[in-house]
């Protein structure tokens, strides 16, 4: 490459203008490195996998953030609209009660509402431990980025420290050492977050079949109470 750019002014494959403002550029492991450059090489690609493995983990650990996030935005929706359904329902409860005169149907709705105030406390609790869960998860989440950010200044350090830029090959090691411990790391707390993750899927399926079941058996109760407004619903033939 060299002895053509002594004659020539442009790539022989692209035909691309070669300038001082756009100069060309020599590609790791290409044949115009020097013969004992391979140690060079080697831990330039070592040090740039390591670097994608690295920026990998850390996208996931955002994604599952993220996640996590969403998630927990879900929950505290879910169950405020739960709080509210069952509140709706209580009162539903309550004046058909009154209208009623018969003691049975009275006694059925204490019933109903000794179950749904049973019902909401479970989920209260539970969603109390999930929300605890996550306060955990969020915690980890910080000191993983505070090691993260703690080694990117130890890589910083160790590149200006005259004992390893005189050996790229010793700088390399240490920081593939180091680097290693941090994915070993980061696996666990994937780990953890796809455990909080599958809880935190288990806790809104129950709590959305709690609310289909509620729903259903209130309606059922409303039309078996009020036999009259089942009549008006059926159309004229």
Request: net charge positive; aromatic share 6%.
């Amino acid at each position: 490459m060299d002895m053509w750019l002594r004659s020539h002014a442009f790539c022989p494959t692209c035909r691309t203008s070669i300038t001082a403002e756009k100069p060309c550029k020599k590609i790791i492991g290409s044949i115009d490195l020097p013969v004992n450059s391979d140690a060079v090489t080697r831990a330039e690609l070592r040090r740039t996998r390591l670097d994608l493995i690295r920026r990998e983990y850390e996208d996931e650990l955002k994604s599952l953030q993220n996640t996590v996030d969403r998630l927990k935005s879900e929950n505290k929706q879910l169950h405020e609209k739960m709080i509210e359904r069952e509140r709706t329902m209580a009162s539903m409860d309550f004046t058909s009660r009154y209208r009623n005169n018969d003691d049975v149907a009275g006694k059925l709705d204490i019933d109903m509402l000794v179950k749904l105030t049973t019902r909401l406390q479970e989920a209260s609790h539970t969603y109390e431990n999930l929300r605890g869960d996550m306060d955990k998860i969020k915690e980890d989440n910080k000191r993983l980025q505070e090691e993260n950010r703690n080694l990117a200044r130890e890589n910083s350090r160790l590149k200006d420290d005259p004992k390893f830029s005189k050996s790229p090959q010793r700088y390399s090691h240490y920081t593939m050492a180091g680097l290693q411990t941090k994915v070993g790391q980061y696996e666990r707390e994937v780990q953890q977050l796809r455990r909080a993750l599958l809880r935190s899927d288990n806790y809104i399926e129950d709590l959305s079949n709690k609310l289909e079941v509620t729903t259903g058996s209130q309606y059922l109760r409303r039309r078996e109470s009020t036999p009259g407004l089942a009549r008006c619903q059926v159309p004229a033939q």
